[in-house]
């Protein structure tokens, strides 16, 4: 099917997100125009003031999407665009009641699909994010997963334990859930639609943080964990050092968004985006390898140093061969994701 091309219109939903601000950051530099949804005035106020500070103002719409369950929740918010990245999800460790997750992530996710059925004649593509989350099974043993893998234990140990379930198990079978709903929604109205469907499955996603946060408290989930273990003072165990699964920069992951977008062998695709695997201990030595003046004022925590040495096996670890023959993403390594996210905590004084 066609792509977009510069200058045409692109729907970017939850537009203040972690992943999602970069994705609008990649659109507008490569010359495209964005339509972006938030939930508040109030949420969109920093998202306009920040790509204004940058040049790129004149170029992003905003538009309130209150609630992302409500049927036609994006009915309006489609007319007019050629092409949508979906963004919206719930992300956070503290959740109990599954539902409270699988509402805004399935209901969200076909929701914009059907908005984009009834009033979207002109869009090419519809890029979803998803997550790694959905494709691996947890395992004891060293294991490699591509795309043609399907979490299928999350969703049945939810479905048995129901609140009782762990929250990331929720979280997992909730993104699971979405991206077969969203798959089996594009297949069975394929016949009447002008658009394809591609999906970006990013494992744990860390880097410099440009939407609005104010304290480490308030990072995402992924991030905050990076911020926790590789910056915090707080204690530290073998087993929680030794834990290894697969990692992305958010502006690589960001920008799979739009090159998903752009290629049109992306479409009808899964793709996983990760730069490789890693061990947490690994990240904390990473850091301590850096000059002081990248974090200045600050001891890092050293961890367990023999924990991660050039024989150190993964637990996880990604197929990439779909996304180097699609996508071709020049990864950010270890290094250079962790010079930038630090040298970006310094100057909020965190």
């Not at 949804?37 to 999407?65: C, M, P, Q, W």
């Not at 109990?96 to 002109?122: C, D, H, W």
């Not at 959905?134 to 294991?143: E, F, Q, V």
């Not at 030595?285 to 974090?295: C, D, G, I, Q």
Request: charge should be negative.
């Amino acid at each position: 099917m066609p792509t977009i091309t510069k200058g045409d219109k692109v729907l970017v939903s939850g537009a203040n997100g972690y992943i999602a601000l970069w994705v609008l950051r990649h659109l507008l530099e490569r010359g495209y125009a964005v339509r972006g949804t938030v939930r508040s005035e109030a949420k969109g106020k920093f998202v306009k003031e920040y790509f204004t500070s940058i040049g790129h103002g004149d170029k992003l719409e905003l538009v309130i999407v209150e609630d992302i369950e409500k049927e036609g929740a994006f009915d309006e918010a489609v007319k007019g665009v050629d092409a949508i990245a979906h963004t919206s999800s719930p992300f956070h460790g503290n959740v109990k009641n599954p539902e409270e997750f699988y509402r805004p992530a399935i209901q969200g996710t076909v929701g914009m699909l059907k908005s984009a059925l009834k009033n979207g004649p002109n869009v090419k593509r519809i890029v979803v994010t998803s997550s790694c989350a959905a494709i691996l099974t947890p395992s004891d043993k060293p294991s490699t997963f591509s795309e043609l893998d399907w979490n299928e234990a999350s969703p049945k140990e939810v479905e048995e334990k129901g609140s009782d379930s762990p929250p990331m198990s929720i979280y997992r079978a909730s993104k699971t859930l979405a991206e077969k709903a969203a798959w089996e929604f594009y297949m069975e109205h394929k016949s009447e639609v002008k658009w394809d469907l591609a999906v970006i499955n990013p494992p744990f996603v860390f880097g410099p943080p440009i939407h609005d946060v104010n304290s480490p408290a308030s990072l995402n989930t992924s991030l905050k964990t990076w911020y926790d273990i590789v910056v915090a003072d707080n204690p530290k165990t073998k087993e929680g050092l030794s834990f290894s699964s697969g990692w992305v920069d958010v502006r690589d992951t960001s920008l799979a968004h739009v090159l998903a977008l752009e290629k049109e062998a992306a479409g009808g695709e899964r793709i996983i985006t990760t730069a490789g695997s890693f061990n947490w201990q690994e990240w904390i030595t990473v850091a301590n390898s850096l000059p002081s003046s990248v974090y200045p004022n600050h001891k890092l925590p050293t961890g367990i140093p023999e924990l991660f040495t050039s024989e150190t096996v993964y637990n996880i670890i990604y197929d990439k061969s779909k996304e180097e023959r699609i996508l071709a993403i020049k990864f950010h390594t270890k290094e250079e994701t962790t010079k930038d996210t630090l040298e970006d905590f310094a100057k909020r004084g965190w």
